[in-house]
């Protein structure tokens, strides 16, 4: 069974996020949050036969295939956060990505793009950063949680992503009407049957 593997096999991760770069500006507007992304024998198959189905251009390169998901993965967080601000009422200033994907310095300026919003990037070994805040607030070496944050904020390196003026909320329209048409055609068809 293969996955992002498909995807990197010649490829390390900044190699790939480089040809990503180097990639057209992608034409491919996919919804990640459709069940079949969720366990694909093989994820890169199965991109290219939902462009297929949707009749959109298919995505051929490792550069194509990754521009097409880091994209769309950017404006599916950014639709996210508008989501988020419609039924909290709050609105969001900043993003806070932490982990592997903060390392990816693309997805992270496209993310700040399409959403509008600023996006700090790291720690990149969050899950253990945090772990261990935990404790030092539990033995009371940290008096609590906002000491243990300017903590981190002033032992690992945060970069920060500012959005860019661009016409995106066309982009985010542009994927809605599109992923909206697709599933409406798709509840027809299975109505029929």
């Given amino acids: ?37 969720f366990n694909p024998d093989n994820m890169v198959e199965e991109i290219q036969k939902y462009c297929r189905e949707t009749l959109q251009p298919v995505p051929q390169s490792t550069g194509e295939i990754a521009r097409c998901v880091f994209t769309n993965l950017a404006i599916l967080y950014s639709l996210s956060i508008d989501e988020i601000e419609s039924i909290s009422g709050r609105t969001i200033d900043s993003l806070y990505i932490v982990g592997g994907g903060s390392q990816n310095d693309f997805i992270n300026e496209m993310t700040a793009a399409v959403s509008g919003k600023t996006v700090f990037a790291g720690p990149s070994e969050a899950t253990a950063v945090g772990n261990i805040l935990i404790q030092l607030i539990a033995e009371k070496k940290l008096a609590n949680l906002q000491e243990g944050r300017n903590l981190v904020l002033n032992s690992f390196s945060i970069k920060r992503f500012d959005p860019r003026e661009s016409g995106n909320d066309v982009l985010k329209e542009q994927f809605k009407q599109a992923v909206f048409s697709w599933i409406c055609t798709e509840y027809r068809l299975h109505k029929k049957n």
């Fill in 1 to 37: 069974m293969s996955r992002i593997q498909d995807l990197t096999k010649d490829y390390n991760f900044v190699q790939m996020v480089d040809e990503a770069r180097k990639a057209p500006p992608c034409k491919q507007f996919i919804n990640f949050n459709d069940q079949r992304f």
